[in-house]
């Protein structure tokens, strides 16, 4: 009976069977509920300097504009370098950065301006941690356990959204923001000892030209492919168009339409945050990757549709059960697209084409500006429903409008069990077949 528990086990979850994989997990898991404070504390602080929607948006463009910056140079880095080096360097500079923010915020000596450039700065750092962590995947599990392994790591990233929001909230209202900023600096700490556990290196295929070059012939690679392409554009609609709400405009909702405090809101949090760890639940067992591009257009669509019923109501319970599904959508999107590109993009690439999934991330931040101002203008209200409508339609007008955007699982099969090119010398050829 033990024996069958075990096998069942291993069948549902591979991915942990992989020590380094369950070491790199664990550290990411506790880190996730350590950055939630993080989260909350930014959005709090900068909307009680400010109490404007279009000052809050340009939280996001101070996030966006960093991510921007960096994220195509943090690819080519995760593709050319040790990878668990590259992610101690990261995670050392952004435990230094919110260092120095939380001392700021705890003796009152900084101003708006001045938090919006430490937070470009962290968010520079973590555009090149993003695309590295993905790619040393790879180095960790099987091709196969992948879709397992991204499961999994998406969800230790983001579960502490069903958990954490409202320890958050009392945090800020009983230790402060800068307190709440200084918790989420034992998550860096936790995940360089994590790093440091680990025996795998990370080694990414030895590159002779500049680090321009590899960045442009990564760019190429992934806008000569189709699918490739589909996939980072519905993520950059569904991020631009919809996470911005989410993200970094969700407390002038809370407080304007449904007039929670700082403990309601991080009450909403944790109801998203049960749909996002419910996905993941789900998709961390599925146990196959058929059907994945469907998947990546239908929680795409879905996730505008409940942002348009999230927008239509005043009423908090049925506010956050609109908020919970939308959770559900926008990881169920979030997890089946980074499986989809991770089975069809050559291991040689891995670290570029994740760094553009983390350029769309940048453009989901800068968004929050313009519909921060336009919220402002209209309303936040007509904003919400606006765009949220004009996401579900442009997602749902992709199929029809590409016979690739209908078919972006269709290169798994060749892919899934190993049949791309080997790391190192094919990546010369590649760029001479897409340039």
């Given at each position: 009976m033990a024996a069958e528990a075990d096998g069942g086990w291993r069948e549902r979850v591979p991915a942990l069977q992989h020590r380094d994989f369950r070491i790199?997990?664990?550290?990411?898991?506790?880190?996730?509920?350590t950055m939630m404070f993080q989260f909350y504390a930014q959005g709090w602080f900068i909307l009680s300097l400010t109490g404007s929607a279009?000052?809050?948006?340009?939280?996001?463009?101070?996030?966006?504009?960093?991510?921007?910056?960096?994220?195509?140079?943090?690819?080519?880095?995760?593709?050319?370098?040790?990878?668990?080096?590259?992610?101690?360097?990261?995670?050392?500079?952004?435990?230094?950065?919110?260092?120095?923010?939380?001392?700021?915020?705890?003796?009152?000596?900084?101003?708006?301006?001045?938090?919006?450039?430490?937070?470009f700065v962290s968010a520079s750092i973590e555009?090149?941690?993003g695309p590295t962590r993905q790619a040393l995947l790879p180095n960790l599990v099987p091709r196969e356990h992948l879709p397992n392994a991204i499961a999994l790591f998406t969800a230790a990233t983001i579960s502490s959204?069903?958990?954490?929001?409202?320890?958050?909230?009392?945090?800020?209202?009983?230790?402060?923001?800068?307190?709440?900023?200084?918790?989420?600096?034992?998550?860096?700490?936790v995940v360089i000892v994590a790093l440091l556990a680990m025996r795998t290196r990370g080694e990414a295929p030895v590159q002779r030209d500049n680090i321009v070059h590899a960045v442009g012939r990564g760019v190429a690679y992934a806008t000569e492919r189709p699918r490739v392409r589909w996939i980072i554009l519905l993520s950059l609609l569904t991020g631009t168009l919809g996470f911005p709400i989410i993200s970094t405009l969700a407390p002038y909702w809370m407080t304007e339409v449904l007039g929670l405090d700082a403990m309601g809101w991080t009450f909403m949090g944790w109801c998203w945050g049960l749909g996002a760890v419910g996905a993941t639940v789900y998709l961390s067992t599925r146990g196959h990757s058929r059907g994945l591009g469907w998947t990546v257009i239908g929680s795409a669509a879905?996730?505008?549709?409940?942002?348009?019923?999230?927008?239509?109501?005043?009423?908090?319970?049925?506010?956050?059960?609109?908020?919970?599904?939308?959770?559900?959508?926008?990881?169920?999107?979030?997890?089946?697209?980074?499986?989809?590109?991770?089975?069809?993009?050559?291991?040689?690439y891995v670290g570029r084409v994740m760094s553009l999934r983390m350029v769309s991330s940048a453009f989901n931040q800068l968004a929050a500006w313009p519909l921060g101002s336009l919220a402002d203008g209209?309303?936040?209200?007509?904003?919400?429903?606006?765009?949220?409508?004009?996401?579900?339609?442009?997602?749902?007008?992709?199929?029809?409008l590409s016979r690739a955007a209908r078919t972006l699982d269709a290169d798994v099969g060749r892919r899934e069990f190993g049949g791309g090119p080997a790391p190192g010398g094919q990546e010369g050829a590649d760029a001479r077949r897409v340039s």
């Amino acid at each position: 009976m033990a024996a069958e528990a075990d096998g069942g086990w291993r069948e549902r979850v591979p991915a942990l069977q992989h020590r380094d994989f369950r070491i790199l997990w664990a550290g990411m898991f506790f880190s996730s509920a350590t950055m939630m404070f993080q989260f909350y504390a930014q959005g709090w602080f900068i909307l009680s300097l400010t109490g404007s929607a279009s000052l809050l948006g340009l939280l996001g463009v101070a996030r966006g504009a960093g991510m921007l910056t960096f994220s195509l140079y943090g690819g080519a880095l995760a593709d050319r370098m040790d990878r668990r080096t590259l992610l101690m360097a990261t995670q050392g500079g952004a435990l230094a950065v919110y260092g120095l923010l939380t001392l700021l915020v705890v003796f009152d000596t900084i101003n708006l301006w001045v938090a919006f450039g430490l937070i470009f700065v962290s968010a520079s750092i973590e555009s090149m941690d993003g695309p590295t962590r993905q790619a040393l995947l790879p180095n960790l599990v099987p091709r196969e356990h992948l879709p397992n392994a991204i499961a999994l790591f998406t969800a230790a990233t983001i579960s502490s959204y069903a958990f954490l929001p409202p320890m958050a909230g009392i945090a800020i209202e009983t230790i402060g923001v800068g307190g709440a900023f200084g918790v989420s600096l034992i998550g860096h700490v936790v995940v360089i000892v994590a790093l440091l556990a680990m025996r795998t290196r990370g080694e990414a295929p030895v590159q002779r030209d500049n680090i321009v070059h590899a960045v442009g012939r990564g760019v190429a690679y992934a806008t000569e492919r189709p699918r490739v392409r589909w996939i980072i554009l519905l993520s950059l609609l569904t991020g631009t168009l919809g996470f911005p709400i989410i993200s970094t405009l969700a407390p002038y909702w809370m407080t304007e339409v449904l007039g929670l405090d700082a403990m309601g809101w991080t009450f909403m949090g944790w109801c998203w945050g049960l749909g996002a760890v419910g996905a993941t639940v789900y998709l961390s067992t599925r146990g196959h990757s058929r059907g994945l591009g469907w998947t990546v257009i239908g929680s795409a669509a879905a996730f505008g549709l409940t942002l348009v019923l999230f927008g239509f109501t005043r009423s908090v319970p049925l506010a956050a059960v609109f908020w919970c599904l939308n959770g559900a959508c926008f990881t169920t999107n979030m997890i089946s697209s980074t499986s989809l590109l991770q089975m069809i993009v050559e291991a040689a690439y891995v670290g570029r084409v994740m760094s553009l999934r983390m350029v769309s991330s940048a453009f989901n931040q800068l968004a929050a500006w313009p519909l921060g101002s336009l919220a402002d203008g209209i309303g936040v209200e007509r904003m919400v429903r606006g765009v949220a409508t004009a996401l579900t339609v442009l997602v749902l007008a992709a199929p029809l409008l590409s016979r690739a955007a209908r078919t972006l699982d269709a290169d798994v099969g060749r892919r899934e069990f190993g049949g791309g090119p080997a790391p190192g010398g094919q990546e010369g050829a590649d760029a001479r077949r897409v340039s």
